[in-house]
């Protein structure tokens, strides 16, 4: 469909997310070894980093971009989540409030979100590691939103220096994120396994090295 406005919330056309085979194949892998297989490009800047340690995630990037302080578009986005989805935000890195906090991190995942990476703030960090909900951020304050918009919903963002279309995937875990657009996907999945297996090869000299009588 055409690009429509709700209110003042502009939604872009359908896009095309990946088989979730494809998803679960990516799952196998860290970001640091799928960072290393597009060349090291496409990684997030590091300040964007879990609110939690452990969280994990792969998915489809579901872009919003919204107002610095404002999640009227995040809160819009609820509408348009697949299951599989990661939400993608641009919120201008901004410090004094929070766009995400327990109640719409418990939202994405009731939706079917496999999580959040965004380029802000968020608040509840202690309820959203019991929920266990995977949610990337610059930081955490207890201030809350505005909800007036406007924004974007399914167009293409940039987070941490990286710009993100709708239906690329995004990895994410304690090392940070990364982006692997859809036209790259096979590309990656064949680097990956190389570096794997080097990375075995390489692990197995150190093994032998320590076998070693002193």
């Not at 009731?110 to 999580?115: E, L, P, Q, T, V």
């Not at 380029?119 to 909900?133: E, H, N, S, T």
Request: aromatic residues 4%; proline residues 5%; without cysteine.
């Amino acid at each position: 469909m055409d690009s429509v406005t709700q209110d003042n919330v502009r939604v872009g056309r359908e896009w095309e997310r990946v088989e979730e085979s494809v998803l679960e194949r990516f799952r196998e892998h860290s970001v640091a070894n799928l960072g290393d297989a597009l060349d090291r490009l496409n990684i997030v800047d590091g300040g964007i980093v879990p609110t939690w340690s452990g969280a994990k995630a792969v998915g489809s990037a579901l872009p919003v971009l919204t107002v610095a302080g404002d999640n009227k578009a995040v809160i819009a986005a609820l509408d348009h989540i697949r299951p599989g989805d990661i939400l993608v935000i641009n919120a201008f890195g901004y410090e004094g409030r929070a766009i995400v906090g327990d109640n719409l991190a418990q939202r994405f995942a009731a939706f079917g979100a496999a999580g959040a990476v965004i380029d802000g703030y968020v608040r509840d960090g202690a309820i959203i590691k019991d929920l266990g909900v995977p949610v990337f951020a610059r930081g955490l304050t207890p201030a809350g939103p505005f909800k007036n918009g406007p924004g974007t919903i399914g167009e293409p963002v940039a987070i941490g220096g990286v710009v993100v279309h709708p239906g690329d995937i995004v990895a994410a875990d304690d090392d940070g994120v990364i982006v692997i657009p859809q036209h790259r996907v096979e590309e990656a999945l064949t680097a990956v396994k190389e570096i794997v297996a080097r990375e075995a090869r390489l692990d197995a000299e150190v093994a032998e090295l320590r076998s070693r009588p002193a």
